[in-house]
């Protein structure tokens, strides 16, 4: 018996990084996963190594600020899974720059994915989950969203956004027998990672290659940065019924770097 066994699962963001972790720990441990990527090619590759393990998983393409490709990509898993118990709003991303260089474009971007996304997704979740009463949605936070960065502005913005976004979602759905929490990593070793190390070298943050993730490793208590599945443990909580009484919270799992 898994833990997640009959339970039905979207990671958004699930093609690479912390997502791709989650969907082959919740497949492993009983649940039908949705791999849902805005990279079609990702998602699919994800489950076929999830299929091919053994486990069940529907390969599904969105870009979240979208309301029509959310809406379309979740009936397209309901149709399959027969229905959606969990959501995870993981898909997000970064493009740092210098406080005062931070230009509207930069901002509406990260926000439009990192924010709005996950209103839309939430949103459009839960029309799936209301008629049954019964749902969790867990949010992907930050320590950006509790410490303000000037090279990451607009991320830290778009962070703060999602911890507000649970408390009201919690608010807003219990009623239904709804959850909403959010889980905040630090420093996660990814591809979002390796791609913010490159453009804070280019922009003159940091000076050598692997500076910039040693830099904001510094003040870890554990004294290293995450592998994706270190954050397991914790999303398996969160997705299953251990976590029934918990709502409108967010859980730092970074490690020690912020404390609150």
């Known amino acids: ?39 079609l090619s990702a998602a699919e590759s994800v489950v076929s190594a999830i299929t091919a393990s053994g486990g069940s998983a529907i390969a599904l393409s969105a870009d979240v600020s979208h309301r029509s490709q959310v809406r379309s990509a979740l009936e397209t898993f309901v149709a399959s899974a027969g229905k959606l118990d969990v959501i ?5 991303f970064n493009k740092p720059m210098p406080f005062m260089e931070v230009t509207e474009e930069n901002f509406n971007a990260i926000m439009n994915v990192n924010g709005l996304g996950v209103l839309i997704c939430t949103q459009e979740a839960a029309k799936l989950m209301i008629p049954r009463k019964t749902g969790k949605i867990v949010n992907t936070a930050s320590v950006a969203g509790r410490q303000g ?18 408390q ?25 990672w390796v791609t913010l190390d490159k453009d804070l070298l280019e922009m003159g943050a940091s000076s050598v290659p692997g500076q910039a993730i040693d830099d904001f490793s510094a003040d870890i208590l554990m004294g ?30 970074d490690g020690g770097k912020v404390l609150v």
């Open 168 to 192: 009201a979602t919690a608010r807003a759905l219990a009623e239904h027998g709804i959850t909403c929490n959010s889980f905040s990593p630090g420093v996660v070793a990814t591809p979002l």
């Open 149 to 166: 960065y000037p090279d990451f502005a607009p991320y830290c913005a778009s962070k703060f956004a999602v911890n507000a976004l649970t």
């Open 224 to 253: 290293h940065p995450a592998a994706p599945e270190e954050l397991v443990g914790t999303a398996l909580y969160l997705a299953s019924h251990d976590s029934d009484y918990l709502t409108g919270q967010t859980i730092m799992i």
């Open 88 to 92: 995870f709003n993981n898909a997000g």
């Open 1 to 39: 018996m898994g833990r997640l066994d009959s339970t039905a699962v979207v990671v958004t963001g699930a093609g690479s990084g912390i997502g791709r972790a989650f969907v082959e720990a919740f497949a492993r441990e009983g649940a039908t996963v949705g791999v849902l990527d805005l990279d």
